[in-house]
Antibody, heavy 118, light 111 residues
Framework: QITLKESGPTLVKPTQTLTLTCTFS??????????VGWIRQPPGKALEWLAL???????RYSPSLKSRLTITKDTSKNQVVLTMTNMDPVDTATYYC??????????WGQGTLVTVSS | QTVVTQEPSFSVSPGGTVTLTCGLS?????????PSWYQQTPGQAPRTLIY???TRSSGVPDRFSGSILGNKAALTITGAQADDESDYYC???????????FGGGTKLTVL
């Protein structure tokens, strides 16, 4: 059974750096074709893909946010970490991590709400 | 800038059939974009319904089906039920570099 769970701060101040951790089970991020990604959803708005890291350490980023994002993995800990710099109130959202296989996002975490406010 | 388009809202009567679509601001959607569909109810994480155009995710009833209709991807719900009332998102795979782009979602009302 594949499960993913996001963790991190619920409140960050403007200009700070956000660090979110996705801890997963039921699969290995060393398996060919497997990736873990991040998607966010501002309150009342649509989903937005942010970043993805594949089993071979190939990293993909949303073009609009690429300069602010870094995604890394720790295969031994079954964790993927996303950092987003220079946080702004418009970055207030629920952040989801998800399991991907090839071209498909298939399993989702429960999400974690991050509020950006001074 | 690639924009994935969806109807903002749709309504269907209980027992009826509805088709939601997913297009591109420029160009046509084909199976090469591996369109997938997700259902989301308020306060919940998205649930994967369909991937690779027409493959149902495990546990998804067969009244949900995916296809390509003309130049768009489509999600058809046959025999709509009250608990199908949700937001539906499509995602297109853009390939190397960008990976995925989400549509703006369709709010489906069953009444």
């Amino acid at each position: 059974q594949i499960t993913l769970k996001e963790s991190g701060p619920t409140l960050v101040k403007p200009t700070q750096t956000l660090t979110l951790t996705c801890t997963f089970s039921g699969f290995s991020l060393s398996t060919s074709g497997v990736g873990v990604g991040w998607i966010r959803q501002p309150p009342g708005k649509a989903l937005e893909w942010l970043a993805l890291i594949y089993w071979n350490d190939d990293k993909r980023y949303s073009p609009s946010l690429k300069s602010r994002l870094t995604i890394t993995k720790d295969t031994s800990k079954n964790q993927v970490v996303l950092t987003m710099t220079n946080m702004d109130p418009v970055d207030t959202a629920t952040y989801y991590c998800a399991h991907g296989t090839g071209a498909t996002i298939d399993y989702w975490g429960q999400g974690t709400l991050v509020t950006v406010s001074s | 800038q690639t924009v994935v388009t969806q109807e903002p809202s749709f309504s269907v009567s209980p027992g009826g059939t509805v088709t939601l679509t997913c297009g591109l601001s420029s160009g046509s959607v084909s199976t090469s974009y591996y369109p997938s569909w997700y259902q989301q109810t308020p306060g919940q994480a998205p649930r994967t319904l369909i991937y690779s155009t027409n493959t149902r995710s495990s546990g998804v009833p067969d009244r949900f089906s995916g296809s390509i209709l003309g130049n768009k991807a489509a999600l058809t719900i046959t025999g709509a039920q009250a608990d199908d009332e949700s937001d539906y998102y499509c995602v297109l795979y853009m390939g190397s570099g960008i990976n995925w782009v989400f549509g703006g979602g369709t709010k489906l009302t069953v009444l």
